[in-house]
């Protein structure tokens, strides 16, 4: 054989070729889209903040349904709750044939103490916990085709009606969330705001975010199209959305709508002359729903996984070899990981506390869209 035979031509990559007749494949939308529906959705949001500022009420009136209960405390024998807890709830819901698969998980007891060092501890666990329990099912050898999903898809943060400026605790826990999860900031109760200082407030939240370099979500990213661009800047422009909640009907021109009655007047909660609620609804369900969980997927768990398979490699190169760790080639699994992470308990034990990898990892490997920080 000649050593001319043997050179490959390029392949001309960019050709476009009418079709002479219809060959179907145009379908795999539809094919997509009914295995899809088949499957349904999970969603996931979380939603902290100080009891009493209607965290509860806003979610059955974003999802238009009782889904989960008050529980602040309503007489003042009741007494505080000692420590953030983690509840949740799941519901299915249907629309239009879509089945979502909806877990709320509710952290009630938030803020609630006179000392709050610490209460947002639980919460940054519950979300690596949940990172962490979607890792190991994708690292045991016999993997399921479909992971169920827990990670946390949202987290609605409450800033209470002050009109004043942030709280310190507001400002610690906002930087600390928004490093592991999407955080998408409210003003609750914001029927108690006058518009101007409605405005005045959101003005002074935002110069806050800037100060302290809180990046929240919708991250900048460059795989987002002119449209999706500017939808995102909209978005980013409105934040935080300053809300009122409502599970009861009030009649308005003899129409029933989510409002809230009191001796001045009535709120219309789904007028966007009375508050952001319709905006943030919109947001969250028919812009947002899918790029929240994807966001999550590409981002927050990206950087878990990084920072616990670097920890777990390190764990288990021999000291003498340590020094060589930077000639694996980025993306691959180490070695030690190949063979199925062996020591099982090794995998558990990174796994089983998030924090303890030490390792700081930069960029997501999946994803250009620029991030907070991980610390
Ligand atoms: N004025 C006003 N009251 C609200 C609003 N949302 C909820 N509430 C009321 O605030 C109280 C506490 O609400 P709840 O949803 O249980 O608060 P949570 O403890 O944060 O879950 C209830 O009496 C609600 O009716 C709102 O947007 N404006
Ligand atoms: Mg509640």
Redesign the pocket.
Same mark, same amino acid.
Request: charged share 25%; hydrophobic share 30%; proline share 4%.
């Given at each position: 054989m000649s050593s001319s035979s043997l050179t490959v031509e390029p392949v001309a990559s960019s050709l476009q070729t009418a079709l002479e007749g219809y060959v179907g494949f145009d379908t795999i939308t539809q094919q997509i889209e009914k295995k899809l529906l088949k499957r349904g959705f999970h969603f996931n949001v979380m939603?902290v903040?100080?009891?009493?500022?209607?965290? %509860?009420?806003?979610v059955n009136t974003i999802f238009a349904s009782h889904l989960i209960e %008050?529980? &602040?405390r309503l007489s003042a024998d009741e007494p505080p709750r000692q420590t953030t807890e983690i509840q949740t709830v799941s519901h299915l819901i249907e629309e239009n044939g879509v089945r979502l698969r909806l877990n709320i998980v509710?952290t009630?007891g938030y803020g609630d103490q006179v000392n709050n060092e610490n209460c947002w501890e639980p919460i940054i666990k519950y979300i690596k916990d949940q990172h962490s329990a979607y890792l190991r099912k994708e690292l045991t050898a016999t993997r399921d085709r479909y992971i169920q999903d827990t990670r946390v898809h949202c987290c609605l943060f409450?800033i209470g009606p002050t009109g004043h400026a942030l709280k310190p605790i507001d400002i610690v826990v906002l930087k600390k969330l928004s490093e592991v999860v999407n955080v998408v900031p409210v003003i &609750?109760? %914001?029927?108690?705001l006058t518009i101007d200082e409605r405005a005045a407030f959101k003005q002074r939240i935002k110069a806050e975010l800037v100060f302290h370099n809180i990046k929240l979500y919708p991250y900048e990213s460059d795989e987002d199209d002119e449209q999706e661009q500017a939808l995102n800047e909209s978005i980013r422009e409105l934040l935080p959305f300053a809300?009122?909640?409502?599970?009861r009907n009030v009649v308005i021109d003899g129409k029933p709508v989510r409002g809230?009655k009191n001796r001045y007047g009535v709120i219309n909660v789904e007028n966007e002359e009375h508050c952001e609620f319709i905006y943030l609804r919109n947001f969250l369900t028919r812009t947002h729903l899918q790029d929240l969980i994807e966001t999550t997927a590409q981002i927050h768990y990206e950087a878990f996984r990084a920072k616990q398979l670097l920890a777990i490699k390190e764990s288990t190169q021999p000291a003498s070899s340590q020094a060589s760790l930077g000639a694996t080639p980025n993306g691959m699994l180490p070695n030690s990981l190949n063979t199925m992470v062996s020591p099982n308990s090794l995998v558990s034990n990174a796994l089983a506390s998030p924090g303890a990898a030490s390792s700081a990892v930069g960029s997501p490997a999946q994803s250009n869209k620029s991030v907070p920080a991980f610390g």
């Open positions: 939603v903040g100080q009891s009493g500022l209607g965290k %509860s009420t806003l %008050s529980k &602040a509710d009630p409450f &609750a109760k %914001s029927d108690s809300i009122v909640g409502s599970e809230r």
